[in-house]
């Protein structure tokens, strides 16, 4: 469990007390990795903090869709690089994409028996970010944010600044 907070860019950070812990992993939901993408922020920051940044499959789709929806005259090909090329600038990692189905469906139905909006691909990618042993997800989403929470994971939301674009 965190022990104190710290704010960077607009983002409120985890500091953990743990000697052992090494790095923190970060998952973040799709519409945080878009705007990532979006600002341009580098995360050496976050690195520099401990933490690691995780992406789902789905996040790096809605990020090419994004692009195509935003620059249309990009093939697949310049689309893909330019997510690859944002990948490695900011040394994200793949998260695992592995997530029994039926578990999934078992936990939104447990979510939304406790009124939190739970759903695909939503709980697809929660549940695949606690398999990767994800400590911390980074969403502005109430429903992903409510059912990473059930999981035990804790919680930021994101927020650029201004002064950051």
């Known amino acids: 469990m965190p022990i104190k907070t710290k704010i960077i860019d607009g983002i409120k950070h985890f500091e953990y007390e743990s000697e052992n812990k090494e790095e923190v992993k970060l ?8 705007e990532l993408f979006k600002s341009q922020i580098t995360l050496d920051e976050y690195r520099k903090l401990g933490y690691s940044i ?3 499959q789905q996040c ?3 990020l090419g869709n994004y692009i195509k929806k935003t620059s249309p005259n990009k093939n697949k090909q310049e689309i893909k690089k330019e997510v690859d090329e944002f990948m490695q600038k900011n040394d994200i990692f ?4 592995d997530v ?5 469906k078992k936990f939104e139905n447990k ?4 009124d939190i909006d739970c759903h695909y691909p939503d709980s697809e990618i929660v549940l695949s970010y ?5 400590e911390v997800v980074c969403s502005n989403d109430k429903g ?3 059912s990473a929470q059930q999981i035990g994971m804790d919680v930021l939301g994101f927020k650029i600044n201004k002064e950051n674009l």
């Open 130 to 134: 606690n398999q990767d042993g994800v």
């Open 100 to 104: 029994n189905q039926k578990e999934r």
């Open 60 to 62: 790096f789709e809605e």
């Open 144 to 146: 992903f944010k409510e």
């Open 54 to 56: 995780y992406a789902h």
């Open 94 to 97: 793949f998260a695992c994409e």
């Open 27 to 34: 998952g973040v939901d799709s519409n945080v990795f878009i």
């Open 111 to 114: 979510c939304r028996d406790k």
